[in-house]
């Protein structure tokens, strides 16, 4: 079965518009990282339909952290911005940390804030990064059940692998699974992603995982987007993985498109 991401944010936003009051998302971009502006592209485009409005503040790639502060402050106070966004990755010199940690947390759409992450980690989500909340969505849809399955996520980061596992050992629907988390220190990486009933991956190495990584009857989720020959394509080797997963989601088309559409509700709830 190929998971497609359309049927689910159709619904996602069909819910949306039943929505009446009007919402402003604030969005920070520094620099021109092309991955940054393809997603920024994707964000106007959902927002356009359910008429959200948003707020960019574009800067050059030699801004200084102090600048850019200043601009987080600003939309902090600002009553008709109700949500904030940095468009990661920024440049090297800049301390995404720190300015993560000045984000108001009431206004902190992806979740990122230490104080939104510690109530995540504890099970209580005030709001769920958007990444993690699409593959929860798609599960949701598909009826994909968590409890007792032994779930293997590969990769740890801070805003698709780590939330995500604190999301799906959650005492709730669409948790109480048995997560493995795996990185790139990871010994006998295939022998764990074979134990998988669902293989999560967000690793960003093109087509990695091959068939070899995956069992018969294994549910896969590619969150992965990377470029390769010009064309977008997942951490998954979809070709030869579809061939024996029990259902896969595709790249384009699957997680991706769940995303942008997951920072909007994240918007409406804050
Ligand atoms: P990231 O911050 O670079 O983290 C990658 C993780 O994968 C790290 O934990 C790393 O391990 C691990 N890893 C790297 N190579 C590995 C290997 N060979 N074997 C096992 N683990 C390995 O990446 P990210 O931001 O989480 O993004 C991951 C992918 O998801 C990218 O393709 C990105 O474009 C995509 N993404 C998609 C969406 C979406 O909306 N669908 C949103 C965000 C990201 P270490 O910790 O040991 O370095």
Redesign the pocket.
Known sequence: MILKGKMVTEKLIERLRNISSKRCLGIIKVGTDP?SSA?LKGIKKTFIKTETDIIINELTNNATTKKIKESINKMNKSPNINGILLMEPFPKHIPVDELIEIIEPKKDVEGIHPYNMGKLLLGKPKIIP??PG?VLELMDFYKIDTTGNHTVI????????KPLANLLLRKSRLGNATVTV?????KN?KEITRLADILIV????AE?VKRDFVSKGTIVID????MKNNQLV??VDFESVKEIAKAITPVPG???S???VCLLSNLYQL
């Open positions: 991955g997603y958007s990444t699409a590969l990769g740890r980061s801070n805003v698709v692998g795996c990185h790139s220190r990871t990486l967000a690793i960003g190495r990695f969150v992965g987007i990377n997942g951490d699957g997680v991706g769940i995303t942008t």
